[in-house]
């Protein structure tokens, strides 16, 4: 398959290492290894950011539950049901795959309970802290990977550091 060099496709797989990028990962994912806490990557429009996510992605993806958000302007409610939603999508494949046997009906029943007890609950920055501590007692803590933060609303981008302090570590 024959592909565009000059297309705006940010595939993970297209990255092509350099110095500075690879400087870029480095510092990353030492900042994200070394406790809770919030790092961020910023430069001009088109530089690569978004590719960098993607490969930062992959590369935490084995000993990292990423959640890449690339919507602006939501809501912390909205943000918050969002990673909810990904983590259980991820949990439910997982379940799956280790217990394949059950019937699509009891899985379908399971999410739907599920669901609705994410988007029913009170207080959904509490969801998401406890959720992201199940995962990091199986040995994946929860990164979120924000794409165009910039975007984001003050009081999400506030939520986000408050979320990284409550949660201590798994988040």
Request: hydrophobic share 40%; glycine share 6%; aromatic share 6%.
């Amino acid at each position: 398959m024959l592909r565009d060099p000059f297309s705006a496709d940010n595939e993970a797989s297209l990255y092509v290492p350099r110095h500075a990028s690879e400087d870029a990962l480095t510092r990353l994912l030492q900042a994200l290894r070394s406790g809770p806490g919030v790092a961020t990557l910023m430069g001009p429009v088109g530089i690569g950011k978004s590719m960098l996510l993607k490969v930062l992605e992959s590369r935490l993806a084995a000993d990292h539950c990423c959640v890449r958000v690339e919507y602006e302007g939501l809501s912390s409610a909205e943000l918050c049901h969002w990673v909810l939603r990904e983590l259980d999508a991820r949990e439910t494949l997982e379940t799956e795959r280790v217990l394949n046997h059950r019937p699509a009906l009891a899985k379908f029943r399971e999410w739907v309970q599920r669901e609705r007890s994410y988007t029913d609950t009170d207080d959904p920055e509490q969801a998401l802290v406890q959720l992201a501590a199940e995962f990091q007692s199986r040995g994946f803590p929860v990164v979120l990977l924000i794409d165009s933060a910039d975007g984001l609303k003050a009081e999400t981008a506030q939520l986000l550091v408050d979320l990284t302090q409550r949660a201590s570590g798994p988040l």
